[in-house]
């Protein structure tokens, strides 16, 4: 899961970050509407933008609203620390799909991103079976034939964009890409390493992932 923050307020976005990568996410941050319109303007591959509405720059309605102009769907949660029913209404009717007034619980926030990027897989169960294989988009849990396989933060999130691709190319740059916060650098040969690590944790059944040299690597089942 790949989520963009929007918000300038860097104590309360610290303890956003904080949660949300403890629940394994990748998360970046940005610190004002004209940052979140840029990296929303060149990276397609977020689950989830978290809106703060009284960003400096460019207003978090009119990020909202550039955002549903050029037709894009991503999940938005709007943050606000104006709790009436009118910025409620308005930011809905500018497209925003769910909503929160600070300050909250992060369990309850930890709980409406999952639903919200749920909704955005088109309401799909956060469990994706491939064979032997399930995997708790969730609770982060990967197991085999019912037992529970040990991965790293970031074994799991590239298993989660494989599964999510199960029997489809996926390239090294679209992994870096989910793999990676916004001005992170993941070079190609980690991504080689990480999917090394993760060949000898999962393939003792019928599952492998099949690399298709030059272009990338693809999750399949062996067939008998």
């Known amino acids: 899961m790949r989520i963009l923050i929007a918000e300038d307020d860097q104590v309360f976005a610290d303890g956003l970050l ?41 207003h978090g309605l009119e990020v909202l609203r550039r955002l549903r102009g050029r037709g894009d769907g991503l999940p938005v949660l709007i943050l606000t620390a104006a709790d009436s029913v009118e910025e409620r209404v308005k930011g809905l009717d500018f497209g925003a799909d769910d909503y929160m007034a600070k300050p909250f619980s992060l369990q309850e926030l930890e709980a409406r991103v999952r639903a919200l990027t749920r909704r955005g897989m088109g309401g799909a169960s956060s469990t994706i079976r491939h064979g032997p294989l399930v995997y708790d988009q969730s609770g982060r849990v990967a197991t085999i034939d019912g037992r529970m396989v040990e991965l790293s933060a970031r074994e799991l999130g590239l298993l989660e964009v494989l599964l ?11 992994l870096v890409e989910r793999l990676c916060e916004w001005g992170e650098e993941l070079s190609n040969n980690a991504i080689e390493v990480y999917i090394h690590r993760l060949r000898k944790k999962i393939e003792h059944g019928p599952i492998r992932i099949a690399t298709v040299r030059g272009l990338g690597y693809c999750l399949e089942k062996i067939r008998d």
């Open 18 to 58: 904080r949660s949300l990568r403890g629940s394994g996410a990748v998360v970046s941050h940005v610190a004002s509407g004209s940052e979140a319109e840029s990296v929303l303007m060149t990276c397609s591959e977020f689950d989830l933008l978290i809106l703060d509405l009284g960003l400096p720059k460019m």
């Open 164 to 174: 999510q691709r199960a029997g489809r190319l996926v390239s090294k740059d679209q």
